[in-house]
């Protein structure tokens, strides 16, 4: 264990770490599983339908894979996806907008406003 994180950090320190590629979008994830994108974490505790997920997925949002998952994820509100599912087009854009923002914030600390 101790020499797992010593070893992860080696590699991060070496370079040796590359950027993963965005899965393909897939089925819509169930209730009470997780959806990714970046740095952030969502959890699906309503029912989605095609449009929404549709939505999600050309932005960018992938489900998570739990098993051997060691990253580090900021979780989103439950408030936030309840106003994502609920909006319109343009709401929805702005909301995902914030997001972006957020998301480019968590990965490189320098891109955050003074």
Do not use: C
Not at 10 to 29: I, M
Not at 48 to 68: I, T, V, Y
């Amino acid at each position: 264990m101790v020499f797992g994180r010593i070893f992860d950090r080696l590699r991060t320190l070496a370079g040796v770490r590359q950027v993963r590629q965005v899965p393909p979008a897939r089925e819509r994830p169930s209730v009470g599983s997780s959806i990714v994108r970046g740095p952030l974490r969502l959890r699906v505790k309503y029912a989605m339908d095609d449009e929404f997920w549709g939505w999600l997925a050309s932005k960018g949002w992938r489900p998570m894979h739990l098993h051997n998952n060691r990253r580090r994820y900021q979780v989103v509100p439950e408030k936030v996806f309840i106003k994502l599912a609920g909006d319109d087009l343009a709401e929805r854009e702005e909301i995902d907008g914030r997001l972006a923002k957020l998301s480019a914030v968590e990965s490189d600390p320098s891109v955050a406003a003074p």
